[in-house]
């Protein structure tokens, strides 16, 4: 598999964006697809989570009601749509793929076989 991040940009706090990351493959809908991000001296961090198969969705409690998860299966992309940013939202935002990820494992990058590039996101205060 073989993703592709886009939507990223500049936004002023209180603002939206909406990330895409469009994936190539016949399979998408067994794939686990989640998005993480990475500030600039800090860890990669789980964000969102839609697990395969399934519209059960997991959020960080960091941006639970903000952000919301989906995906269209019929062209192989997965969306987060991000409300009500905060500077503290600025960071590189990644989305990754697995299909044999397990739900205690969602959180964890290591467990992913497949990445995207990377999309910045920058919030202004």
């Known amino acids: 598999v073989q993703l592709q991040a886009s939507g990223g940009g500049l936004v002023q706090a209180g603002g939206s964006l909406r990330l895409s990351c469009a994936a190539s493959?016949?399979?998408?809908?067994?794939?686990?697809m989640t998005w993480f991000r990475q500030a600039p001296g800090k860890e990669r961090e789980f964000v969102a989570s839609l697990w395969r198969g399934t519209n059960n969705a997991y959020y960080a409690n960091s941006v639970k009601g903000r952000f919301t998860i989906t995906r269209d299966n019929a062209k192989n992309t997965v969306y987060l749509q991000m409300n009500s940013l905060e500077p503290e939202d600025t960071a590189v935002y990644y989305c990754a793929a697995d299909r044999n990820l397990i739900t205690s494992s969602r959180a964890n990058a290591a467990e992913y076989d497949y990445w995207g590039q990377g999309t910045q996101v920058t919030v202004s205060s």
């Open positions: 493959g016949r399979t998408f809908s067994g794939y686990t």
